[in-house]
């Protein structure tokens, strides 16, 4: 979200389709195998459900218009094509929209194991699945309100709600961990990480997660795990303002890398 970016999205031709070229299709399918065979056992089932009901094929990208139609009829969510990186304000009322916004261009195989701009790939085979799910649909309408109603100051500390639930969050299901977070969805290496490395992985509580600073271009040292969709929507009928203020005063933990960012 404040990052610029060298890619350019992609726009709709007058028949309210969007064009690739065959090396895109073919990054998009690389990437689609690629995960599918990571995620075996490891995507939550609410992922793999909506990702079967959106139709996801590894030999089309998805039309934006298509995803949007579907998800109507789902849960009343949709999306919305934008440019890669647009303003918190306007990404915040999309979401209280029930509107997801998505960047339509696919990233270059330079950066096909992880890129930092939220790229169709990111957007739509990450994130768009769990728009199937209402309480998901819950949670970002409910986050965009607060991003628009809070104090400026707390912006950036709310987001790390956002960051460590539907982009890097993982799921206990059947007494087993699943990730359904889009980062890990649509990152080779962020899927590998979230499964097998040796970093910390902590139950979700709103105060630790808004004391707990991240990075956007590393592999994350630490995962937080929800018990259900339910709850994480849940989490946020809680006072976040008073949390907010209270995550301030108390100070963030030390970062488990470098400078925080």
């Known amino acids: 979200m404040g990052k610029s970016t060298d890619y350019a999205s992609k726009t709709p031709g007058p028949d309210g389709r969007i064009q690739y070229d065959v090396e895109e299709t073919a990054i998009w399918g690389e990437l689609f195998h690629r995960q599918m065979d990571t995620l075996s056992g490891f995507a939550c089932q609410a992922y793999l459900d909506g990702q079967a009901k959106l139709g996801f094929s590894p030999d089309a ?21 934008v440019a890669a990186i647009i303003p918190q304000a306007e990404f915040s009322e999309l979401l209280r929209a029930r509107r ?110 808004l004391r707990t600073p991240y990075r956007i271009d590393i592999l994350q040292p630490v995962y937080f795990v929800i018990e259900s969709f339910e709850a994480l929507a849940a989490s946020l009928e809680t006072d976040i303002p008073a949390l907010l203020d209270q995550a301030e005063a108390m100070g963030d933990f030390a970062p488990l890398y470098g400078v925080a960012a």
């Open 61 to 81: 990208i998805p039309q934006v218009g298509e995803i949007d139609a579907r998800l109507e009829k789902l849960t009343g969510a949709g999306v919305e094509p």
């Open 100 to 209: 997801f916004p998505v960047a339509t261009f696919i990233r270059c195989r330079e950066h096909i194991d992880y890129i930092e701009e939220p790229d169709i790939f990111h957007e739509v085979f990450g994130h768009c699945p769990m728009l199937t799910d209402p309480y998901v649909c819950d949670f970002f309408e409910r986050f965009g309100t607060l991003a628009l109603s809070v104090d400026k100051r707390h912006i950036k500390r709310l987001f790390r709600l956002f960051w460590f639930s539907v982009e890097f969050g993982l799921i206990r299901e059947d007494g087993q961990l699943k990730a359904f977070g889009a980062g890990i969805m649509s990152s080779p290496s962020e899927a590998e990480n979230a499964a097998y490395a040796d970093v910390e992985r902590v139950a979700f509580d709103p105060l630790t997660v």
